[in-house]
C-alpha cells in the first residue's frame, strides 16, 4: 500500500498566477501521476511522472502550462501556469494502478481561480 | 479510443436494499477491471479489481462482475447503508494511457 500526502488541499488564486501543488509518498515509487478532476467529471489523466525524466504529459497538456518535476522516487510537484477560470479544478496525484495494481491518491487540491 | 460509461445521474436506494451500479466500455475488453469509492472532498479509494477471466468477485458486501460478452461490469453492494452514499468509479488499465476513469455514478443511500 502506499500513503500519498498532497498540499495545499484548497487554494483560491488570482488569473494568471501560478500554483505549486506537492506530492509525498511514504515509499519509492518509480510513476506518479497527476489527474485532474472537472467538476462533474471523471478524472482525467496529464501526465506521468518518471524519476529522472522528462513527464510524459497526455493529449490536450503541455508542459508550459503544467510544468512537473520529479526529483527523487518519493516526491513530486505539479504547477498549474497562467492561471485562468477555467483550470478550475481539483487536481489529484497517484500512484500505482496498473495492471492489477491498486491505485492511491492523495486527498487532492481543490483549485478556485478568480 | 475506449470509452467507459456510467450512469451520470445519482441513483437512489432505500436503505438495505441492494444498490447496483452499471459500468460499460467499448472497444476491447480489458484485462482487468477496478472500482473505486470516491467521497466529497477526498480521492478515489479502491476497492475491488476483477480480472477479464473471472466472472464475480466478492469482498464483505460488495460483489463485481464481469461480463466481456457485454462489455459491461456490474457493481453491487448488498445491505445498503446510508454510509455507503458517495460517488463511484469504474476504472480500466488502458494501453498506453494507463488508468482511465468513468464519470463515476453518484449513489444515495436513503434511511
Known amino acids: 500500500s502506499a500513503v500519498i500526502s498532497q498540499k495545499p488541499s484548497r487554494d483560491i488564486c488570482q488569473r494568471g498566477t501560478s500554483l505549486t501543488i506537492q506530492c509525498q509518498v511514504d515509499?519509492?515509487?518509480?510513476?506518479m501521476f497527476w489527474y485532474r478532476q472537472q467538476p462533474g467529471q471523471s478524472l482525467t489523466l496529464i501526465a506521468t511522472a518518471n524519476q529522472g525524466s522528462e513527464a510524459t504529459y497526455e493529449s490536450g497538456f503541455v508542459i508550459d502550462k503544467f510544468p512537473i518535476s520529479r526529483p527523487n522516487l518519493t516526491f513530486s510537484t505539479l504547477t498549474v501556469s497562467n492561471m485562468s477560470p477555467e483550470d478550475s479544478s481539483i487536481y489529484l496525484c497517484s500512484v500505482g494502478g496498473l495492471g492489477d495494481a491498486e491505485a492511491f491518491f492523495g486527498q487532492g487540491t481543490r483549485l478556485t481561480v478568480v | 479510443s475506449q470509452k467507459i460509461e456510467q450512469n451520470s445521474e445519482a441513483l437512489n436506494i432505500q436503505e438495505g436494499k441492494t444498490a447496483t451500479l452499471t459500468c460499460n466500455y467499448t472497444?476491447?475488453?480489458?484485462?482487468?477491471l477496478q472500482w473505486y469509492r470516491q467521497d466529497p472532498g477526498r480521492g478515489p479509494v479502491f476497492l475491488l479489481l476483477?480480472?477479464?477471466?473471472?466472472k464475480e468477485k466478492r469482498k464483505e458486501r460488495l460483489k463485481v462482475t464481469f461480463d466481456t460478452t457485454l462489455k459491461q461490469s456490474l457493481f453491487h453492494i448488498t445491505a445498503s447503508q446510508p454510509a455507503d452514499s458517495a460517488t463511484y468509479l469504474c476504472?480500466?488499465?488502458?494501453?498506453?494511457?494507463?488508468?482511465?476513469f468513468g464519470k463515476g455514478t453518484h449513489l444515495i443511500i436513503q434511511p
Open positions: 476504472a480500466l488499465d488502458i494501453f498506453p494511457v494507463g488508468l482511465t
Open positions: 515509499s519509492q515509487v518509480t510513476m
Open positions: 472497444n476491447y475488453s480489458p484485462a482487468y
Open positions: 476483477i480480472r477479464e477471466n473471472e
